[in-house]
């Protein structure tokens, strides 16, 4: 099977298992090359399961990485290129459009900015920003073929919108209020909340990703998949994440419909109370 082949089958396999329906999101999928993002073979492989750890690939074929597995980028801090899958599922849920402006806080080396930017198109842009300067470096010279994304070095502070979709990879327990002013109205935030629960992986934390469009001062709010995930610098507060493991039950995180930005006292309906971050049920 040629590499074009593989990557179709590949794409068609990840909308099956995410249960994704958008035709160009399978398209994108396919036109991406996985393995510029993943460095030098051998790669070094993590399937999602009860069994933890790398397992390096017998050979440098391919298939071993177009399939719904994490291939690592920096084994020794746990850092991985994500699973397909997860990703699929989040980012039909932020639903980029052709022409349209995304933040990716969190890229990493590039590649699910790659597929964003394919949603986007070229008369689209997308801002890619990783904390990690060797990541984002990275991130530049494997992005290079799609010339309406920007990466910058940084922790998303300065987000520079207005976006149309600000999409996080990485665990925070609150939105930054930057990231909310900077999103467009009928925009979307895709952020996995997460709390730390396992010690000895003490940078990671455990929760569920939300999806939240901006509608005046209730945004309404869906829960989109559990998540295990790094942390992210600089929207992580002790308070909010104390109040975050209450919402961890799968029914109280299914409570969740709204996102209130406004002040306000907390009341009953408070799920998880922040200065200018409300979840609410």
Same mark, same amino acid.
């Given at each position: 099977? =040629?590499?074009?082949?593989?990557?179709?089958?590949?794409?068609?396999? *990840?909308?099956?298992?995410?249960?994704?329906?958008?035709?160009?999101?399978?398209?994108?999928?396919?036109?991406?090359?996985?393995?510029?993002?993943?460095?030098?073979?051998?790669?070094?492989?993590?399937?999602?399961?009860?069994?933890?750890?790398?397992?390096?690939?017998?050979?440098?074929?391919?298939?071993?990485?177009?399939?719904?597995?994490?291939?690592?980028? =920096?084994?020794?801090?746990?850092?991985?290129?994500?699973?397909?899958?997860?990703?699929?599922?989040?980012?039909?849920?932020?639903?980029?459009?052709?022409?349209?402006?995304?933040?990716? %806080? @969190?890229?990493?080396?590039?590649?699910?900015?790659? %597929?964003?930017?394919?949603?986007?198109?070229?008369? $689209?842009?997308?801002?890619?920003?990783? *904390?990690?300067? $060797?990541?984002?470096?990275?991130?530049?010279?494997?992005?290079?073929?799609?010339? &309406?994304?920007?990466?910058?070095?940084?922790?998303?502070?300065?987000? &520079? $919108?207005?976006? =149309?979709?600000?999409?996080?990879?990485?665990?925070?327990?609150?939105?930054?209020?930057?990231?909310?002013?900077?999103?467009?109205?009928? @925009?979307?935030?895709?952020?996995?909340?997460?709390?730390?629960?396992?010690?000895? /992986?003490?940078?990671?934390?455990?929760?569920?990703?939300?999806?939240?469009?901006?509608?005046?001062?209730?945004?309404?709010?869906?829960?989109?998949?559990?998540?295990? *995930?790094?942390?992210?610098? $600089?929207?992580?507060?002790?308070?909010?994440?104390?109040?975050?493991?209450?919402? /961890?039950?799968?029914?109280?995180?299914?409570?969740?419909?709204?996102?209130? %930005?406004?002040?306000?006292?907390? @009341?009953?309906?408070?799920?998880?109370?922040?200065?200018?971050?409300?979840? &609410?049920?």
């Amino acid at each position: 099977m =040629d590499a074009t082949e593989l990557r179709r089958t590949y794409a068609e396999k *990840i909308r099956d298992l995410a249960g994704t329906h958008s035709a160009a999101l399978t398209r994108a999928f396919a036109a991406v090359p996985r393995e510029r993002f993943l460095g030098p073979r051998p790669w070094r492989l993590l399937h999602p399961g009860p069994k933890l750890g790398y397992q390096e690939a017998p050979d440098a074929r391919l298939e071993h990485i177009y399939d719904d597995v994490l291939v690592a980028i =920096d084994p020794a801090r746990h850092l991985n290129n994500g699973q397909p899958s997860a990703h699929a599922k989040w980012i039909e849920a932020a639903g980029p459009q052709p022409g349209q402006s995304v933040l990716h %806080i @969190g890229c990493g080396t590039g590649y699910y900015t790659a %597929i964003l930017a394919e949603l986007v198109g070229p008369a $689209g842009r997308v801002v890619a920003v990783e *904390i990690d300067s $060797g990541l984002a470096e990275r991130a530049r010279a494997c992005l290079a073929p799609w010339p &309406q994304v920007r990466v910058e070095t940084g922790d998303g502070s300065r987000p &520079q $919108g207005p976006h =149309d979709v600000i999409y996080v990879n990485a665990g925070a327990t609150h939105a930054r209020r930057e990231w909310l002013a900077a999103l467009l109205p009928g @925009g979307r935030l895709l952020l996995p909340l997460t709390a730390h629960l396992l010690p000895p /992986l003490a940078t990671h934390g455990w929760g569920f990703v939300i999806r939240a469009e901006r509608a005046g001062a209730r945004w309404p709010v869906r829960v989109v998949s559990p998540v295990g *995930i790094f942390d992210c610098f $600089g929207a992580r507060d002790a308070q909010a994440e104390a109040q975050l493991r209450q919402l /961890l039950r799968p029914e109280t995180a299914a409570s969740v419909r709204v996102l209130s %930005i406004e002040p306000h006292a907390k @009341g009953e309906g408070c799920l998880l109370h922040a200065e200018g971050f409300c979840l &609410q049920n």
